[in-house]
């Protein structure tokens, strides 16, 4: 076998074109040479936070985004939208920002994962190679878990639980609906994104209600005993809109919703009782986002993950952010999406270019709006435990608060979204 020389290599290397040599090597060259080919699917707060975050801090990555829409509405503050105190401009966002950073947004809808031959399929037919890959794909619904429910039946009585199309069914349905009329809600059993979503959503739909359509009523079959900053709520429910909303607890409907008939516009609670509705918000069980199924980074509905790094704990060359992870005490929440981004492009950042890896630390505040100038918030900071992330330094809003402080709290959420949306889509 003949030697080849260093001088030899790079002349070997120059006539065949760098981009050849690189495919005839593999990734570790590629890696070698401080590159690296990084697909991230799903554009929402976790994965185009660490598309800004690498091709900013390591632009020599070859870093893609894989996002079936063209334009993305945040789930969060889509509930300001329902209230009327948000338009739906102002919660739904481009990707320019990150296309000018360098970042290639491929828009279409990721089919398919081969994690041996580190492979995304296209459902236009195209493959993309990956060194890492991120998945931050949000959820997906269990339809079957409620009778009658389906995508088909959700275009009449909506989830709303993903962004865009299904808020402005549901905004739609509110605004023709006839004063006096009876909107009913499904909260979701748990786990759930946003766990305070569902009470913040009853209290902005209550809100535009009281405003535009009087004597009507929101009732909340709730899965549930229990649920997020329920106090806040209960007591925001009550001095805003005590003749509204009635929250229905489990115990008196034998687990809530358990079928829709969306001809006759009518929900079945366990116990068998039928209820009449003029508006369904039917939010059913919830899982991982189908490709992190297709991927094999599922066990049983969600994507369990090393907590120092949130790496797949199932694939090696993963990464799972966001909703579809299974972060224990950590909620699924935008904020908390983001935190995770900050982690993982760091430590992609330290495996494919040597940087400095840095202790991970993640952060979560959910905020709420109750009423006008009224927001309540709940959050913690985490570390990573052996198998688990650990909740440390927790805080909560409280009953019978000032008025001056909902206004800050209120202020403050409006801050948040402003600085996260400007990380997510580069926006300055």
Same mark, same amino acid.
């Given at each position: 076998m003949t030697r080849i020389d260093r001088r030899q290599f790079v002349q070997l290397a120059s006539a065949v074109g760098v981009s050849a040599a690189a495919s005839s090597f593999g990734s570790s060259f590629a890696i070698a040479q401080g590159k690296g080919r990084v697909v991230i699917i799903g554009g929402g707060a976790g994965g185009a936070s660490v598309a800004h975050y690498l091709k900013k801090n390591a632009p020599q990555l070859e870093v893609t985004l894989i996002e079936v829409k063209a334009k993305y509405t945040t789930c969060f503050f889509s509930n300001l939208y329902l209230g009327g105190f948000r338009t739906f401009d102002s919660i739904t966002h481009?990707? #320019?920002?990150?296309?000018?950073?360098?970042?290639?947004?491929?828009? #279409?809808?990721?089919?398919?994962?081969?994690?041996?031959?580190?492979?995304?399929?296209?459902?236009?037919?195209?493959?993309?190679?990956?060194?890492?890959?991120?998945?931050?794909?949000?959820?997906?619904?269990?339809?079957e878990a409620i009778e009658g429910y389906s995508a088909a039946a959700a275009k009449v009585m909506p989830h709303a639980w993903q962004a865009g199309v299904q808020t402005q069914i549901l905004k739609t349905q509110l605004k023709n609906m006839k004063a006096g009329g009876t909107v009913v809600m499904a909260a979701p059993p748990n786990p759930f994104r946003c766990p305070p979503g569902p009470y913040e959503r009853a209290s902005m739909i209550a809100h535009y209600l009281q405003k535009h359509k009087p004597g009507s009523k929101l009732i909340i079959f709730d899965p549930k005993e229990k649920f997020s900053k329920m106090a806040l709520f209960q007591e925001g429910w009550l001095d805003y809109y005590e003749n509204i909303v009635e929250w229905i607890s489990p115990e008196f409907t034998d687990g809530g919703v358990k079928k829709v008939d969306v001809a006759a516009m009518t929900v079945t609670t366990g116990d068998g009782e039928v209820t009449k509705v003029d508006v369904a918000n039917i939010i059913p069980a919830q899982k991982a986002g189908k490709i992190a199924h297709i991927a094999g980074c599922t066990k049983g509905d969600w994507c369990p993950i090393n907590?120092?790094?949130?790496?797949?704990?199932?694939?090696?060359?993963?990464?799972?952010?966001?909703?579809?992870?299974?972060a224990k005490s950590m909620p699924k929440s935008a904020f908390s999406a983001n935190s995770q981004a900050r982690v993982v492009a760091n430590a992609i950042q330290a495996e494919l270019l040597g940087k400095?890896?840095?202790?991970a630390r993640f952060r979560n505040t959910c905020w709420s709006m109750i009423s006008v100038d009224n927001s309540v918030k709940v959050g913690a900071n985490y570390t990573p435990g052996s198998d688990k992330l650990l909740s440390k330094d927790s805080f909560i809003s409280q009953t019978k608060e000032s008025d001056g402080l909902r206004k800050e709290t209120f202020n403050e959420s409006l801050s948040w979204y402003d600085s996260i949306t400007n990380e997510m889509f580069v926006k300055s």
């Open positions: 481009d990707y #320019e920002g990150l296309k000018k950073l360098g970042v290639k947004v491929v828009t #279409e809808l990721a089919t398919g994962v081969d994690t041996d031959k580190k492979q995304v399929s296209l459902k236009n037919g195209d493959k993309l190679l990956y060194d890492k890959l991120v998945l931050s794909p949000g959820i997906d619904f269990k339809y907590a120092k790094d949130f790496s797949s704990a199932l694939q090696k060359d993963v990464y799972v952010i966001g909703d579809s992870s299974i400095r890896l840095f202790p």
